[in-house]
C-alpha cells in the first residue's frame, strides 16, 4: 500500500508499506522507491517515528539511486547498444521492403518500412542478437570444455532477469542473450561457471577451484559483471 509522509523538514516522502508477521521493521530501497516491510501490530505512529529516524540515510540511499538511474531503451534512430562491450550506433531508416539487420562496425543498422515502431525495431534487433548469441556462445563453450576436459550436450537461451546461466545434470547450458552486450571476458567467466558445473554440481570450494583453472581471475569478472548488470538488462 501506497504511503506519503511529511518530514519534518517539510520533505513529502513516499513509500510502500507491506505488513507482515515479522518483529523489527525493515526498510528498502528498490527501484521503485522507499519499501517498508513492518510488523502486523506496529502502530502506524510508532512506524513513522522510525522513518523520521532513518529520514536522511533513506535520502541518500534515494538520492543514489537517482543518480545512477540507468535512462531507458529508446528504439529509435541513434540510439547507443552495446555488443561485446562496445558502444554501437541503432540506425534505423524507411525502406518500402523490410530488409536483413546488417552489422558493420560501430553500427547496426535497421531499414523497414515501419522505422518509427519501437515494437518492431526492438523485436528486429533483439532477434539479430540472440542470432549472434547462439554462434558466440557456441564458440567459446567448445573452447573452454575442450581446456576443461568436458563435453557439453546442448547450448539454448535464456532470457532469465536475473540469472546469466545455468547446468543441468543432463549437460544442457543455457545463458542468457543479453550476456552479447558484455565484454569478452565476462561471457568467458560466465560460460567457465557453467562448465565448471559439468564437474560439480554445486557451488564448493572444489567448484571454484574447477573455475579458476580454467578463468583464474573469476572474482574480479564476477564483481564487474554485478555492476554491468543493470546496462544489460536495459532491454
Known amino acids: 500500500m501506497s504511503h506519503t509522509l511529511t518530514l519534518p523538514s517539510g520533505q513529502q516522502l513516499q513509500y510502500q508499506l507491506e505488513r507482515r508477521q515479522r518483529r523489527t521493521v525493515g526498510l528498502k530501497i528498490t527501484a521503485a522507491g522507499l519499501v517498508i516491510h513492518a510488523p502486523k501490530r ?4 510508532h512506524l513513522e517515528g522510525i522513518i523520521v529516524l532513518k529520514a536522511d540515510w533513506i535520502r541518500k540511499k534515494l538520492a543514489a539511486l537517482t543518480a545512477n538511474k540507468i535512462p531507458d531503451m529508446q528504439w529509435q534512430h541513434g540510439e547507443q547498444l552495446l555488443f561485446l562491450g562496445n558502444a554501437i550506433t541503432l540506425t534505423v ?4 521492403r523490410s530488409k536483413a539487420v546488417e552489422y558493420e562496425p560501430g553500427v547496426l543498422q535497421l531499414a523497414m518500412p515501419n522505422h518509427h515502431d519501437q515494437a518492431l525495431v526492438s523485436r528486429k534487433v533483439i532477434q539479430w542478437y540472440k542470432k549472434q548469441a ?6 567459446r563453450l567448445e573452447i573452454f570444455s575442450s581446456k576443461l576436459g568436458v563435453n557439453f550436450a546442448s547450448l539454448s537461451l535464456s532470457n532469465a532477469s536475473s540469472r546469466w546461466g545455468s547446468c543441468n545434470s543432463r549437460k544442457e547450458i543455457r545463458l542468457n542473450w543479453r550476456l552479447l552486450q558484455a565484454p569478452p571476458h565476462i561471457i568467458n567467466y560466465v560460460v567457465c561457471h557453467e562448465l565448471a558445473h559439468l564437474k560439480e554440481m554445486n557451488h564448493s570450494a572444489k567448484f571454484w577451484a574447477t573455475v579458476a583453472s580454467i578463468f583464474p581471475d573469476y572474482k574480479s569478472a564476477e564483481k564487474e559483471l554485478k555492476a554491468l548488470s543493470p ?4 532491454f
Open 231 to 234: 546496462k544489460l538488462h536495459r
Open 42 to 45: 506496529i502502530s502506524q505512529s
Open 134 to 139: 547462439i554462434t558466440d556462445f557456441t564458440r
Open 93 to 96: 531508416e524507411h525502406h518500402v
